[in-house]
């Protein structure tokens, strides 16, 4: 089993940035990817950005088009943790924001699926007020 915990939402006017933080504790995997969802209100979970490491490589981050411009993600391998940088926010990314963890599969889902990741965290509410 893999627990993930989500910190770092809160209420920030439009314009503003916030970081989250997921930390990872429990199994771990050689090839893992670790992923950021958010859910707003009477919507579907969708994908926001994912990052994947494989011992001896670079890490590789996926966006969703809607937020690449804005947002970053980052790990920290030694902390188990994954960050999620976001800027100039909208009040459109207003939503809860879950935080996910897989193995890496060859013949697995694309990483923007839900189906990529076995584990999730309770999320954290993001608001941004305009």
């Known amino acids: 089993q893999v627990q993930l915990v989500e910190s770092g939402g809160g209420l920030v006017q439009a314009g503003g940035s916030l970081g989250l933080s997921c930390a990872a504790s429990g199994r771990t995997f050689a090839s893992f990817r670790m992923g950021w969802f958010r859910q707003a209100p009477g919507k579907e979970r969708v994908f926001v950005a994912a990052?994947?490491?494989?011992?001896?490589?670079?890490?590789?981050?996926d966006y969703a088009d809607s937020v690449k411009d804005r947002v970053t993600i980052s790990s920290d391998s030694a902390k188990n943790t994954v960050y999620l940088q976001m800027t100039s926010l909208k009040p459109e990314d207003t939503a809860v924001y879950y935080c996910?963890?897989?193995?890496?599969?060859?013949?697995?889902?694309?990483?923007?699926?839900?189906?990529?990741?076995?584990?999730w965290g309770q999320g954290t509410q993001v608001t941004v007020s305009s």
């Open positions: 990052i994947r490491w494989r011992p001896g490589t670079a890490n590789y981050a």
């Open positions: 996910a963890a897989g193995p890496i599969l060859s013949a697995g889902p694309s990483p923007d699926k839900p189906g990529a990741y076995d584990y």
